[in-house]
């Protein structure tokens, strides 16, 4: 495969965006405003084609919408915002391609062990966003040392965990509670997969630490709350440290807080950014 341009290269980057929802809509809107130097809108692909025309047709530029496969050949940089059904549809071509691949679903990457060995193969890039982990790069810092430990906590409004895989499986009555009420105690891996939609947080918390099986999460589904509340400690050599976040959710998918849009279009600002704060 072409790799292709770099972002170091100094011609504008190509940007396309599988999936128009909360996150993928927010995101095209910016780089059609030209909101990010030296990127430009190349494509977007959704399940709903009518629709997402329809939420495109204030854009200056007249961007295409295209199937997720096609995205890679038309674009040097692909932002994930899809379902979690179809995540390998849209990393999978960016990667052998050899892009930037900036995903949003980062719990799916603890499940698809050889997408970051394609990456190397291929030299392709995988970006994941900070999103709604603060002090990510303490963390990373912390890993170059040694990590005894890491435990997150999750929080949030019962109604966001409705239809989750693993509350199916076992047969938690969402609308029932009515207290805080813990419904997963595991590993980061095990919460990814049981929760696919709520748990990018801890699945980026492990990637940055000492690993999705060595990570835990407690996951509470809590009526008390009205934010996304995530709490983690680390322990290591170099430092012990702890923060809590409480997300305002998103209006349009309250399993997702508003700030994970703004860490996508941070991110993609620092690929050509010439002055950036934060390793």
């Not at 499940?111 to 990373?140: C, E, F, K, M, W």
Request: proline letters at 5%; aromatic letters at 4%; hydrophobic letters at 45%.
């Amino acid at each position: 495969m072409i790799k292709r341009r770099s972002e170091t290269s100094g011609e504008t980057l190509k940007v396309g965006i599988g999936g128009l929802g909360a996150i993928g809509l927010k995101v095209a809107r910016v780089l059609d405003e030209g909101g990010i130097p030296g990127l430009e809108l190349a494509a977007i692909s959704a399940q709903d084609t009518e629709k997402a025309r329809h939420n495109m047709s204030d854009f200056k530029t007249n961007v295409p919408v295209v199937a997720l496969s096609e995205l890679a050949g038309i674009s040097d940089v692909v932002v994930e915002c899809a379902p979690s059904a179809v995540f390998r549809d849209v990393a999978v071509p960016a990667l052998e391609a050899g892009l930037i691949f900036v995903p949003i679903s980062v719990g799916c990457i603890l499940q698809y062990d050889d997408l970051v060995g394609l990456a190397n193969s291929t030299h392709a890039r995988i970006i994941i966003p900070t999103g709604a982990l603060i002090a990510l790069d303490a963390v990373r810092a912390a890993a170059e040392g040694e990590i005894t430990s890491v435990t997150m906590v999750t929080r949030k409004p019962p109604a966001g965990f409705v239809g989750a895989p693993y509350v199916v499986e076992h047969n938690i009555d969402i609308n029932a509670i009515t207290e805080p009420t813990k419904i997963f105690d595991g590993s980061a891996r095990d919460g990814a997969r049981g929760f696919p939609a709520n748990v990018n947080v801890a699945a980026a918390l492990s990637l940055a630490g000492i690993g999705p099986d060595r990570t835990k999460l407690e996951i509470w589904a809590d009526p008390t709350v009205d934010r996304n509340i995530q709490h983690f400690k680390v322990d290591a050599d170099s430092a012990s440290f702890e923060a809590t976040i409480k997300n305002i959710p998103s209006e349009e998918n309250i399993r997702t807080g508003k700030i994970t849009a703004l860490s996508v279009i941070a991110a993609l600002r620092g690929l050509t950014a010439s002055f950036k704060v934060g390793s």
